[in-house]
């Protein structure tokens, strides 16, 4: 496709589920990128990849947050247990570069609701 | 600690009423500033780069500055479909993947 795609577009998940967000970049974009966004305030890195490496986790709130991407191309991000507070946008994002010149393409998000 | 804080929070124009949006920032070793437009229900869709004080960025009716302190955001005669939230978000050196966003400025621009 030509942009980032990401699935589901909404997911409602009884407190104490698992989920799992998937995220088709850009084809041939070698880094990527997921980003949380709560209602009213701008992205908050969780983690990157370059090719299948993820080379910083940083951002990961706990160890109930878990992203991969095997094949360097498709990524999921799982959420185990889910809590009220992981409630927000999930934004995947590409980029073609090795080196973040800040050019990221985002996807549409993952919104996530814990009830 | 990083810090990147912009202001106002909301504005409201009239079409053709021109204005700025700053973004100030503290960040050790910063390697680039960026501005991002975000519509709603969408992801933020990339503006510009700037790398170092007295730079700008021109791109229609949008024009970036960069001090070494701040940047502005200024929109020269916007019209209705310049209505967004305009994000701002710092890199430092070193760390290649991380992007660090303000928390937006919401424009809203009325014919």
């Known amino acids: 496709g030509a942009g980032v795609s990401q699935s589901p577009r909404y997911k409602v998940a009884k407190r104490g589920q698992d989920v799992a967000l998937r995220c088709d970049p850009i084809?041939?974009?070698?880094?990527l990128f997921w980003y949380q966004q709560a209602l009213g305030q701008g992205p908050e890195f969780l983690t990157y990849?370059?090719?299948?490496?993820?080379?910083?986790k940083s951002g990961l709130p706990s160890d109930r947050f878990f992203a991969e991407r095997p094949e360097g191309s498709v990524s999921t991000l799982k959420i185990q247990r889910t809590q009220q507070e992981d409630s927000a946008v999930y934004l995947c994002?590409?980029?073609?570069?090795?080196?973040?010149?800040?050019?990221?393409?985002f996807g549409e998000g993952s919104r996530l609701t814990v009830l | 600690e990083d810090q990147v804080t912009q202001s106002p929070e909301a504005l409201r124009l009239q079409e053709g009423e021109s204005s700025s949006l700053n973004c100030s920032y503290t960040?050790?070793?910063?390697?680039?500033l960026f501005w991002y437009r975000q519509d709603p229900g969408k992801g933020p869709e990339f503006l510009f780069t700037?790398?170092?004080a007295g730079e700008e960025k021109e791109k229609e009716r949008l024009k970036a500055t960069l001090t070494k302190k701040e940047s502005f955001l200024h929109i020269t005669a916007p019209k209705p479909e310049d209505s967004a939230t305009y994000l701002c978000?710092?890199?430092?050196?070193?760390?290649?993947?991380?992007?660090?966003f303000g928390a937006g400025t919401q424009v809203v621009v009325t014919p």
């Open positions: 994002a590409s980029s073609r570069e090795r080196v973040n010149t800040g050019e990221l393409f």
């Open positions: 084809s041939g974009h070698v880094s």
């Open positions: 990849f370059q090719n299948e490496a993820q080379l910083d």
């Open positions: 960040v050790s070793g910063l390697r680039g």
């Open positions: 700037l790398y170092s």
């Open positions: 978000a710092v890199s430092r050196s070193g760390s290649w993947g991380k992007l660090q």
